[in-house]
């Protein structure tokens, strides 16, 4: 979760994320060609989608298939979400984005876990009034040492600085107001932290909840965000090691605290990557699975986080991690950002012409207020974009709007996991019908306070 403190803000790096993220499935384009051909040929039904290599796969003339074991569950659920929306979805690529009205969805969604982000950069930025509509807010963020303590001075001490400072004291206290539990988030995804913690878990986990502990007690915290962001494969086995002796020890200093662990979206099913969430879920209460920079292609101006239509989107997550049992500790995250990328032209699939970058989706509003660029639909992804011209650069802008935000909710619930949560609260200052599409047009649930106000 690093921070680019021009305004927008993404739990990773831009530049190395989606390379970490991303499935290894086919391109799209082949994947529909030989379905089809399949499906002429009848030798598969219409359960045949997108899958990583480790699926089953059927094959015509020695060309492998993959085939997506969830996809009708998919299609089910991401009907069901659309349905339970407020809005008339276009079918059309490029037709206006629909809006969302007051009464954002058809009838109420269940009861579920809303969980914010907030940066200490943005805390100056937060009212009262942004944080009713949540069950859970999380400070941002400690940095951790490879020796499993936190980093108190230097570049990456700006959470510190501001917790010491009282920055986080209002947070915690008007959390507590509106019923919110408030988290502590402690972040790495520096190899050379997360692999020392990986190696040595039985001293790192350890030393690392003591020291979390002593600051839930200090400020008031509820409990903890695990925010550790590996890609390395070798690390995997240490990794759960380490989250099992954290958990252990910070349960036996404070057993009232919650221990929420970030993950990807892709997690669930891929069984080499460094986070095995199967052998973690034990020791933890809640998985926020960033359910973002998932398509994001510096090539081709993509959606940031696809419903659906893509390798990896909302709708392959939630399925995989439903299928693994995890879904009842499952919170579905979504991005309050979008990317904007200099294009070769305006229509969707042109090629970009330079890196893309982030923007919030407060900026994106305000430039479609100020400067008249228009919202577009794109009915594969079930996502908004924008396209203009400036100084003769054409440029595509790819964001969630409210009613994007509105189908992934409705979609988490679909799939009846525990909640949804957006990375970062403070994107969306001035466009409240954000937060409020995060609650499904129902009462949020309010859970148990670690600390009481």
Excluded: C
């Excluded at 990583?52 to 997506?68: C, K």
């Excluded at 070798?234 to 036996?252: E, I, P, Q, W, Y």
């Excluded at 101006?301 to 995989?320: E, K």
């Excluded at 430039?367 to 228009?374: P, R, V, Y």
């Amino acid at each position: 979760m690093n921070a680019d403190h021009s305004g927008a803000v993404s739990h990773s790096t831009l530049g190395g994320a989606m390379d970490r993220r991303r499935r290894n499935g086919l391109a799209i384009i082949a994947v529909v060609i030989f379905v089809a051909a399949l499906a002429a040929l009848g030798a598969i039904g219409t359960d045949v989608g997108l899958k990583d290599a480790s699926t089953t796969t059927t094959s015509i003339s020695s060309v492998p298939v993959i085939v997506n074991p969830y996809a009708a569950e998919e299609a089910r659920n991401v009907l069901a979400a659309q349905k339970d929306v407020n809005a008339q979805l276009p079918t059309t690529e490029g037709a206006p984005a629909p809006s969302l009205p007051s009464r954002q969805y058809r009838v109420p969604l269940a009861a579920h876990q809303v969980v914010g982000f907030v940066p200490y950069y943005e805390l100056t930025n937060i009212g009262s009034e942004d944080l009713a509509p949540f069950t859970d807010l999380v400070y941002y963020d400690l940095a951790a040492t490879k020796s499993g303590t936190l980093v108190e001075a230097g570049p990456s001490s700006g959470g510190w600085t501001a917790l010491q400072n009282g920055g986080a004291a209002a947070l915690v206290s008007t959390g507590h107001a509106e019923g919110d539990r408030v988290l502590l988030s402690v972040f790495s995804e520096s190899q050379s932290v997360l692999g020392p913690l990986s190696a040595n878990a039985s001293v790192t986990g350890p030393r690392l909840a003591g020291e979390l502990a002593t600051l839930l007690a200090r400020y008031g915290f509820d409990g903890v965000d695990l925010d550790l962001e590996g890609g390395a494969a070798s690390d995997r086995a240490g990794f759960v090691k380490f989250v099992a002796a954290f958990s252990s020890r910070l349960t036996a200093i404070d057993g009232s605290g919650t221990i929420m662990l970030n993950t990807y979206p892709q997690s669930a099913e891929d069984p080499t990557g460094f986070l095995d969430v199967q052998a973690l879920a034990p020791y933890v209460d809640q998985l926020f699975v960033m359910a973002y920079d998932m398509e994001r292609d510096s090539q081709i101006p993509s959606a940031n986080a696809p419903l659906t239509g893509a390798d990896l989107s909302d709708a392959s997550a939630l399925a995989t991690y439903d299928h693994a049992g995890l879904g009842p500790k499952t919170i579905l995250g979504v991005p309050f950002y979008g990317y904007d990328f200099p294009a070769a032209g305006p229509k969707p699939g042109t090629a970009a012409t330079a890196q893309p970058y982030a923007v919030t989706y407060d900026q994106v509003a305000v430039s479609e207020a100020d400067d008249g660029h228009k919202p577009l639909w794109d009915p594969v992804t079930d996502t908004a974009y924008t396209v203009f011209r400036l100084v003769r650069q054409w440029h595509q802008t790819w964001y969630d709007d409210p009613v994007s935000i509105a189908l992934k909710t409705a979609l988490a619930a679909q799939f009846k996991v525990a909640g949804v949560g957006a990375w970062e609260i403070g994107m969306v200052a001035t466009q409240p019908e954000m937060i409020s599409a995060l609650a499904g047009g129902s009462r949020v649930v309010k859970l148990p306070l670690a600390r009481q106000p």
